[in-house]
């Protein structure tokens, strides 16, 4: 069961006016200038990380009509949490240990039938084609990226403590099945946290962190009012950006906390002085030191690190054993797979222009 948080009542969500959208110009009026030709239905109602006691009417006073990236007014929600948690039957929130580890073993026997099947007929004395030999292993990344994604989402589960009614059950399973999949189980999970706890916060939120215009139209070297004319007919640049964004998204974020906050000197215990996204820079999901963490988890995040060694451990003894080439095949591209549907999946559910984000 995921977690979620409401908005507390001094947030406020960020204002999108209909200057913030238009062109400067001598002659003609502000309009808004949308991502679809006409407004569309926005479910921008429906987002739990929406949700709080803001009077609706004393907000428009104070800071105009709210619009949505497409260009539509937008309302916040009066409902709240609790009444959400109210609608749900009882049972959607029971825990089974059993039915949880029955699609682990589910999950375990496809990733062992496939890579039997591969490894033991997918070779030259059965398919002496070379090319059918090539398709059929790039079947096999596939299909193995869909079975590690499975195991990977088991995980995210144990981390929410939705698995069973076990802590020690839930983080020892999910510590098992993230670090063989080369996540840092318990890094990844408190800061996963704090992402439910600020969702669409612009100053807190942990990872999704859209660019404002000012920041992006200083990082390109334009004036804010060029963005909307460069940004229409971008499809290499969009195209080089999907490319890049799935194959090492999900590692970026681990190392370098990429589309993460960078306000890391608010960080309470002082970890964060100095400190910035990027390389090096001591702000990742390994160090102990990170100012993504406070000094109580530090023995987790070492306990992570440990997990993460003892499979490269094991994916050493496979190269040295039996080569590069094959633990590319059998083990590096299906993790990329897994890194692809992960990454995929997290982006449609937090980029939407119609979800809101707060100051």
């Not at 409401?6 to 200057?19: G, I």
Request: aromatic letters at 12%; glycine letters at 6%; hydrophobic letters at 35%.
């Amino acid at each position: 069961m995921a977690s979620t948080t409401a908005l507390p009542a001094q947030r406020l969500p960020v204002q999108r006016s209909a200057t913030d959208y238009s062109v400067a110009s001598s002659s003609a009026p502000s309009q808004v200038v949308s991502p679809a030709d006409s407004p569309r239905n926005s479910p921008s109602t429906t987002s739990l990380s929406s949700m709080g006691s803001v009077d609706e009417e004393g907000l428009k006073n104070q800071r105009g009509t709210l619009i949505d990236t497409y260009g539509n007014e937008f309302k916040i929600p009066d409902y709240t949490i609790k009444q959400i948690r109210d609608a749900i039957p009882a049972h959607c929130f029971e825990r089974s240990a059993a039915t949880g580890y029955y699609y682990i073993l589910r999950d375990i026997a496809c990733i062992a039938t496939t890579f039997t099947l591969a490894y033991n007929f997918v070779t030259p004395e059965y398919i002496p084609s070379t090319p059918v030999r090539a398709g059929l292993w790039a079947l096999y990344t596939v299909l193995q990226g869909l079975f590690g994604t499975g195991l990977w989402v088991i995980a995210h589960e144990c981390g929410h403590q939705a698995f069973s009614d076990s802590k020690t059950i839930n983080d020892t399973t999910g510590w098992i099945l993230h670090s063989a999949l080369l996540v840092p189980y318990f890094s990844w999970k408190i800061s996963h946290g704090k992402h439910h706890k600020a969702t669409g916060n612009m100053e807190r939120d942990m990872v999704f962190l859209p660019k404002t215009r000012e920041v992006y139209a200083s990082r390109v070297g334009h004036a804010i009012h060029e963005i909307s004319e460069l940004m229409e007919e971008t499809p290499i640049a969009t195209a080089t950006h999907m490319v890049l964004q799935q194959l090492f998204g999900w590692p970026l974020y681990l190392i370098t906390n990429v589309t993460g906050h960078n306000n890391h000197h608010k960080q309470t215990e002082g970890k964060g002085e100095g400190k910035r996204n990027g390389w090096f820079s001591g702000v990742n999901h390994f160090m102990p030191s990170s100012p993504l963490y406070e000094r109580k988890d530090e023995k987790l995040i070492l306990l992570s690190d440990v997990g993460l060694a003892l499979t490269c451990t094991a994916l050493y003894f496979i190269y040295q054993n039996f080569g590069f080439q094959n633990l590319l095949v059998w083990y590096l591209i299906p993790y990329l797979w897994v890194n692809h549907w992960l990454v995929a999946i997290t982006y449609l559910q937090h980029t939407d222009p119609s979800l809101p984000h707060y100051d």
